[in-house]
């Protein structure tokens, strides 16, 4: 007989075999799965692993591309063009990881991956069940982001109870049999609340979160408490008996005034050395130094400057996740604290321009779509124009400047986007020609990382120190050739360019201290380790403002 052959599977290779992190949440929603799971990537990290990230989304939703804000917060994208949850904006964040479509995944790209190969017949006429063929499904995609990776963190969303969440449940509680137990390790992070009127944490909201999970058949090895003080020994003991944990498998998850703070509450207390022992890792000691001194540093600033933002999600900082880090980000060069004004663009006209935007030391408009509050941007890139505060318009905001300068220094009244008036006798944005007969929303954008050239002596070629760049991108509407006579002789500067001369990607104006607009999405590409040149040279323009310079 012909001795079988064993074929490496996508979690091992010859030279070791990759350990699986799953993490779940009970009790509440928004605890913070992903900046605990975006914690332990930067600990383990810091160790010499190398990693792969994974977030599973409940949403029969193929992606979160046509989620409105409210609902589901920012839409990240990665460079291959993927529309992701926010989540992966943590990861990324917190390692030096370039993120991809294979690092996010929904019930809805599941099912409809079975389904299509149910349509083909790969199921030879089997009846197609959520158990195996779904969950199979799921751990294939587990498995499939493991190859050459010392671990893989994979994040559950939703809330242990949901009866969205249960398959992708059923699929990891399976996972131990097909890769060994002794490579899967469950985090549950749950919520502690110190109630007031008792004077006491109240450990019963974790202890049913706990035995719920247990009952789909996952008895988690570490859990991380979210509370706002530190638990008391006894109450780690407390949770640990009823839990059906070790002792010391109990860690505290507190509130902190800065997200980059939280690996280092967590390590200190000794989660990755509970992880590194649990998976039997041959890891390295951490080394924070590098940022421990950039958490300093945020936490004690020299100089603070005020941004206004304008924009139309701003009830839900959430929808302006990356932005706001970016922002943040721009400031540590600098040794600034940077104070965010929201403003919602649709009410700036009935509240007054100068009261919302008077003081600010930076105004910036994000991107997003639709035409609400379309006319309160376009005003405010007036008042940043006439006045000379620094103004930084990214991709809708870009779009606004272009509109703004159109109506009142081109000469183009009425000059609108074909988005917001598909009359407008001056289209200066509007759709490519390739792209007006597509009506699928979800597929019709320009996505992820394209390259750009910048203008010699341009502020663009300043700020990035070089002439290529490449940058993510996130829109449908473009900047209108048909007009670029229009803007060739006056202060606004066409400074980015596809290389081949045939997109505007960078705007700019003459004579004005710093303003700047993008087609593109720097906030993406910005790290705390990393600040993007963009919001780096904006936070100082408005620094410089501030003092009158």
Same mark, same amino acid.
């Given at each position: 007989m012909m001795e079988r052959v064993h074929e490496a599977t996508p979690w091992e290779d010859t030279r070791h075999v990759s350990k699986f992190i799953f993490v779940t949440g009970g009790v509440v929603s928004s605890l913070g799965k992903g900046l605990a799971s975006a914690s332990i990537g930067h600990l383990l990290e810091s160790r010499g692993l190398t990693l792969s990230f994974l977030k599973l989304d409940p949403y029969i939703n193929v992606d979160p591309g046509t989620m409105n804000p409210y609902q589901h917060g920012e839409v990240y994208v990665t460079d291959d063009g993927t529309e992701t949850d926010l989540d992966l904006g943590h990861y990324e964040r917190f390692t030096n990881l370039t993120l991809s479509k294979n690092?996010?995944?929904?019930?809805?790209?599941?099912?409809?991956?079975?389904?299509?190969?149910?349509?083909?017949?790969?199921?030879?006429?089997?009846?197609?069940?959520?158990?195996?063929?779904?969950?199979?499904?799921?751990?294939r995609t587990i498995t499939s982001v493991a190859r050459g990776t010392d671990? $893989?963190?994979?994040?559950?969303?939703?809330?242990?109870?949901?009866?969205?969440?249960?398959?992708? %449940?059923?699929?990891?509680r399976q996972m131990p049999f097909d890769v060994g137990r002794e490579n899967v390790l469950y985090i549950h992070l749950t919520l502690v609340p110190f109630i007031e009127t008792a004077g006491e944490l109240k450990t019963k909201p974790t202890q049913h979160s706990v035995n719920k999970l247990r009952e789909i058949g996952i008895q988690p090895h570490i859990l991380l408490c979210r509370t706002d003080r530190f638990l008391s020994p006894e109450v780690k003991d407390k949770i640990a008996l009823f839990c059906n944990l070790s002792k010391g498998a109990v860690i505290t998850a507190k509130n902190v005034d800065s997200v980059y703070e939280v690996p280092i509450v967590l390590r200190k207390e000794g989660l990755?050395?509970?992880?590194?022992? +649990?998976?039997?890792?041959?890891?390295?000691?951490?080394?924070?130094?590098?940022?421990?001194?950039?958490?300093?540093?945020?936490k004690h600033p020299a100089h603070e400057v005020?941004?206004?933002?304008?924009?139309?999600? $701003?009830?839900?900082?959430?929808?302006?996740?990356?932005?706001?880090?970016?922002?943040?980000?721009?400031?540590?060069p600098h040794d600034t604290r940077i104070n965010l004004r929201w403003i919602e663009s649709e009410t700036l006209d009935q509240s007054g321009v100068e009261r919302c935007l008077s003081g600010a030391d930076g105004i910036l408009i994000p991107g997003g779509f639709g035409t609400r509050g379309i006319e309160g941007k376009v005003t405010t890139v007036r008042y940043a124009r006439e006045k000379n505060i620094p103004f930084?318009?990214?991709?809708?905001?870009?779009?606004?400047?272009?509109?703004?300068?159109?109506?009142?220094?081109?000469?183009?009244?009425?000059?609108?986007?074909?988005?917001?008036?598909?009359d407008t006798p001056y289209n200066v944005i509007d759709l490519l020609p390739e792209q007006r007969t597509i009506e699928d929303k979800g597929g019709s954008m320009r996505r992820?990382?394209?390259?750009?050239? %910048?203008?010699?002596?341009?502020?663009?070629?300043?700020?990035?120190?070089?002439?290529?760049?490449?940058?993510?991108?996130?829109?449908?509407?473009? +900047?209108n050739n048909e007009f670029r006579e229009h803007f060739?002789?006056?202060?606004?500067?066409?400074?980015?360019?596809?290389?081949?001369?045939?997109?505007?990607?960078?705007?700019?104006?003459?004579?004005?201290?710093? +303003?700047?607009?993008?087609?593109?999405?720097?906030?993406?590409?910005?790290?705390p380790h990393a600040p993007h040149p963009v919001f780096c040279a904006f936070i100082q323009a408005a620094l410089k403002h501030k003092v009158g310079q």
């Open positions: 690092n996010n995944c929904t019930t809805g790209r599941i099912y409809d991956s079975v389904i299509k190969k149910e349509r083909r017949g790969e199921y030879l006429g089997a009846t197609v069940q959520v158990v195996p063929h779904i969950t199979d499904e799921i751990k671990v $893989v963190i994979v994040e559950i969303g939703g809330t242990v109870g949901d009866i969205e969440s249960l398959p992708f %449940l059923e699929a990891i990755d050395d509970l992880i590194v022992h +649990f998976l039997q890792l041959e890891a390295g000691q951490p080394n924070l130094r590098q940022w421990d001194a950039m958490v300093h540093k945020l005020t941004i206004a933002v304008v924009g139309k999600y $701003v009830q839900s900082k959430e929808s302006y996740k990356s932005l706001s880090e970016a922002l943040t980000h721009g400031g540590l930084l318009g990214l991709c809708l905001g870009m779009q606004c400047a272009v509109i703004e300068w159109a109506r009142h220094m081109a000469g183009l009244p009425g000059a609108n986007s074909t988005e917001f008036d598909a992820g990382a394209y390259p750009c050239r %910048l203008r010699e002596g341009s502020l663009a070629r300043r700020i990035y120190g070089t002439t290529d760049i490449h940058e993510r991108h996130r829109h449908r509407y473009e +900047f060739a002789t006056g202060d606004l500067i066409l400074s980015g360019l596809s290389p081949d001369g045939h997109l505007v990607e960078m705007i700019e104006l003459n004579h004005h201290p710093w +303003f700047v607009g993008t087609q593109f999405h720097p906030e993406y590409h910005s790290r």
